[in-house]
């Protein structure tokens, strides 16, 4: 079992809440993906592993967040996945986090 992750976050608060740190890491990696240049899409394996998590962990967050509508995920014809923050996880990521 992949225990790297618990070791590969920082603590992340908001107001009174910390934030969960599996789910703060993949939203750091969201939001590093949305800020490149070349605007290309992170796939789920890229993603999973620039944060650390088991595939199921990633898949079980990235559901919680599309629910929230914070995350876009798709799946190209070929089953390839990827996620990206969608317009509102923009919008609110700077709120949450630091984005220095």
Do not use: C
Not at 58 to 72: P, S
């Amino acid at each position: 079992m992949m225990q790297h992750y618990a070791n590969n976050t920082e603590s992340y608060h908001y107001g009174y809440h910390d934030v969960d740190p599996v789910k703060a890491a993949i939203l750091r990696n969201l939001w590093e993906a949305s800020q490149e240049p070349d605007g290309k899409l992170w796939s789920l394996a890229k993603l999973s592993k620039r944060s650390g998590v088991p595939m199921s962990t990633l898949m079980r967050n990235l559901t919680q967040f599309e629910m929230a509508g914070i995350v876009d995920v798709s799946m190209e014809q070929d089953g390839r996945s990827f996620a990206s923050l969608s317009e509102a996880g923009i919008e609110v990521f700077p709120q949450l986090f630091t984005t220095q």
